[in-house]
């Protein structure tokens, strides 16, 4: 690896050799549990016999074709996500990533600002509001995007056209917009920023500006989406018991939606886009943007048999449930090295108490984050976790993990923090 691959990836002295359900092993022969999942990726665990069988099945009839063709499975999977997952009229564009899925609302936003310049005073809306802490990929237009210097650095001159505010700040939302503005970006969880959760005011808020300003409310579902969080979509979860209804305009998706195998998406409303007479799903026509490998029979094939299986599984409930007791049992812990518990469904994240860790042996040695030493001890046990920023602790379980594997990694969760503490 170091003599033949780049080294941009901090990467764990570990290989793995195989997987299976929450398991994976390294070629060691050890057995880890696995509440990684390739970050959000693994949905249904590994190598499970549906996308095994999927992937036999589609790769004896056709793999590849050129999106200048009919691609029959493309459409399949395109209608299992507006009739089942949405359930709002649309149309879904494919790609093979979530940084690509963010690119293409970036694209969906100015091409809206610019078509509709001569219903808005010709003013071309061409800004798009982010949140800070927030990540939408590393491609010029995801960092530019992101809301986090971290990842700019060394990257100038930035793409133009994106304002920051503070998340779930409702008032500087809407002080953030002015004419040039076409459209709002934001996770309804943050993933890499902390596992932050949108608040009702905050949605709420948004989608008052997009009725009010004629803005396009888009939703990064990269990481949260298809089921992770008790429901389809991220901001069911997030507005349960509130009194009305998010309408996005545009939804991004990746990483669960192929259980493993590369696949993203966008999906854009049939309504007409605000202020003009054109439908949203509409505006990127014929030569405005594409994707060589978007969607290919293949890739859609296993897509559609994984969100399939998360729904005749009941995996969506599960995830609803299973959550909820860990969340439970964490906090019931009482624990000094655990000052928050965040997260909807199985999107966890635990708070490290950085004064506590400070004070424990070998941690100021370590020269490593708070979540990143907490995460390597956790790996040392036997356990597959993942740092979200510098203070907290990811969980990322299969959305099909079972009770008993949860009642594992709970137990390796606290023998792991009260070794810390009482070394």
């Known amino acids: 690896m170091k003599r033949y691959v780049m080294g941009n990836y901090g990467r764990f002295p570990i290989a793995f050799s195989r997987g299976e359900g929450s398991w994976i092993w390294d070629e060691s022969g050890r057995k880890y549990l696995d509440f990684a999942t390739g970050i959000a990726v693994c949905s249904l665990g590994h190598c499970h016999p549906t996308m095994q069988e999927a992937l036999r099945a589609q790769a004896a009839k056709l793999i590849h074709c050129s ?24 149309s879904l564009f494919f790609c093979n990533s979530g940084a ?14 610019h078509d509709s310049a001569p219903a808005n005073g010709d003013v071309i809306r061409n800004e798009i509001i982010t949140c800070t802490n927030s990540f939408h990929g590393r491609t010029l237009g995801g960092i530019a995007a992101t809301g986090q210097e971290k990842v700019k650095q060394g990257f100038a001159p930035q793409l133009e ?39 009702p005011e905050f949605l709420r808020t948004a989608d008052q500006l997009r009725r009010e300003r004629g803005l396009l ?8 989406g298809f089921g992770r969080t008790g429901d389809w979509n991220a901001w069911e979860t997030a507005l349960r018991g509130a009194d009305f209804e998010l309408e996005p305009d545009a939804v991004s998706w990746a990483k669960g939606m192929g259980g493993g195998y590369p696949i993203g998406g966008i999906w854009a409303t049939e309504r007409p886009a605000p202020g003009a007479d054109f439908r949203l799903c509409d505006v990127l026509g014929p030569g405005t943007h594409g994707s060589t490998f978007g969607g290919t029979p293949l890739a859609s094939a296993v897509s559609l048999a994984v969100l399939k299986t998360i729904e005749d599984e009941g995996l969506i409930a599960n995830a609803d449930r299973i959550g909820q007791r860990i969340r439970e049992a964490v906090v ?11 997260g909807l469904g199985l999107l966890i994240g635990f708070v490290i108490d950085e004064g506590v860790l400070a004070a424990t042996e070998h941690f100021a040695s370590s020269g490593q984050t708070p979540s990143l030493y907490v995460v390597s001890r956790l790996m040392e046990a036997g356990m597959l976790t993942v740092p979200a920023g510098s203070g907290v602790v990811r969980w990322l379980p299969p959305l099909n993990v079972s009770e008993d594997e949860v009642a594992h990694g709970l137990e390796l969760m606290r023998a792991t923090l009260d070794a810390l503490v009482n070394p």
């Open 100 to 113: 690509e899925a963010n690119d293409a609302l970036i694209k969906l936003a100015r091409k809206f600002g």
């Open 161 to 199: 056209g994106f304002v920051h505010v503070p998340f779930n700040d409702g008032e500087a939302l809407r002080a953030a917009v002015s004419p040039r503005t076409a459209a709002i970006l934001f996770e309804v969880v943050q993933g890499e920023g902390g596992i932050n959760v949108a608040t």
């Open 332 to 342: 019931g812990w009482n624990h000094p090295l655990i000052r928050e518990v965040r």
């Open 217 to 224: 409310l888009m939703l990064d579902e990269v990481q949260c």
């Open 67 to 90: 999106n200048l063709y009919q691609i029959r499975e493309q459409a399949e999977l395109a209608q299992f996500i507006v009739e089942r997952v949405l359930r709002k009229p649309g």
